[in-house]
């Protein structure tokens, strides 16, 4: 498993890092916004580097984008002892850490995320990989970062809307795992919140769902509670003008997702009511397109969790505790949509 650090001087603690490490060359990738407003609070610290800068968005989280990457490597004579540093959110570490992976079969990687959701999320477990013919996250591979350095700081540099779509990771984590930790949770006033302490506890669930199922053969499923209609919604609405955050879309899909938890799994109507509304104070609602739900059921079935022609769904029995390998059909899927467009705000 990774090597974690929680800090509260970003840069000093990045230097004592990469002394401790031996490499030959370091090379550093970000998007135009980090370089912007993140790598000036670690730039005078870094010893000499290359950095390789690619536009921000989801949309450039492509092949496209890594055999720009692998160009620069490779223009640089970057070697097998070569370290890269990827600042930025999950955009940077997947597809940074993809690359350095795949880079002469595999060169080392630092994650040094700066956004609410590769914090807790993104950049912890391993997981890498690029989109693909608009499906989320369609090639890619597991490995583990030589460390993640998490700094409070850089979430100041942040947009409400990004630090929202972190946030449904937060809530997520709770949901899947501690009734309490759930419970805890802002829906007024959310940004008002002590993050280095929400932080730590959202990487300890995931670290401890990760150490006991490294490579998602089972139980590491429950993270993606959520993720099936969330991410089909997130990719349908990514080559149009109405674009949604990552967050967002799962804000979505967790409420349709809760909804078949009580028609499989007996969630309480109670506790179905009480998800929809903390997620409805946070995120809003927006209408789903109802011509679009068989293209949005089409892109389930390319979610990762799927075997042969089944919908496997990662769904919750009550407020704290996860199911997986639940098989839904495409009414279901259907239902639960409509389910959520029939919401009122």
């Known amino acids: 498993m990774e090597t974690i650090i929680f800090s509260s001087r970003i840069a000093q603690d990045l230097t004592r890092f990469l002394d401790s490490k031996k490499y030959s060359k370091l090379g550093v990738i970000m998007d135009s916004n980090t370089v912007k407003h993140c790598y000036p609070l670690v730039s005078t610290h870094l010893p000499e580097h290359s950095s390789f800068i690619f536009e921000a968005g989801e949309v450039n989280k492509t092949l496209d984008t890594c055999v ?9 004579s970057f070697d097998r002892k070569t370290l890269i540093l990827n600042i930025g959110g999950g955009v940077t570490g997947d597809m940074g850490g993809f690359c350095a992976s795949t880079y002469k079969r595999g060169i080392r990687f630092i994650n040094l995320p700066t956004t609410l959701l590769s914090q807790v999320d993104a950049s912890v477990g391993g997981k890498l990989g690029i989109d693909f013919k608009g499906f989320k996250n369609h090639i890619g591979v597991f490995n583990q970062p030589e ?17 929202r779509s972190g946030y449904a990771e937060v809530i997520k984590h709770g949901l899947i795992r501690n009734v309490n930790y759930f419970n805890s949770l802002k829906t007024e006033n959310w940004q008002a919140q002590s993050w280095k302490d929400i932080i730590s506890v ?4 995931k670290r401890d769902v990760v ?5 998602e053969d089972g139980l ?13 919604v997130e990719s349908y609405y990514l080559d149009t003008p109405f674009h949604l955050l990552h967050g967002e879309a799962i804000a979505i899909g967790m409420i349709a997702e809760a909804y078949l938890s009580h028609k499989f799994l007996r969630l309480p109507k109670e506790e179905l009511g009480i998800i929809q509304e903390n997620l409805l104070a946070v995120f809003g609602k927006i209408q789903i397109d109802k011509k679009g739900f068989d293209t949005i059921i089409d892109l389930c079935f390319q979610d990762k969790k799927n075997e042969g022609n089944a919908l496997n769904f990662s769904l919750l029995k009550r407020i704290g505790e996860c199911d997986f390998n639940i098989v839904v059909g495409r009414e279901a ?3 639960a949509l409509d389910y959520y467009n029939q919401l009122s705000n």
């Not at 720009?68 to 640089?76: A, G, H, P, Q, V």
């Open 147 to 163: 460390g993640v350095l998490i700094g409070e700081e850089f979430l100041g540099t942040l947009p409400e809307p990004e630090l």
């Open 68 to 76: 720009k990457i692998w160009d620069w490597m490779t223009e640089n």
């Open 211 to 215: 150490d006991k199922d490294p490579k």
């Open 202 to 205: 959202s990487v300890g669930i």
């Open 220 to 232: 590491r499923k429950i993270l993606n509670f959520g993720h099936t209609i969330g991410h089909a």
């Open 333 to 335: 899927v259907a239902e």
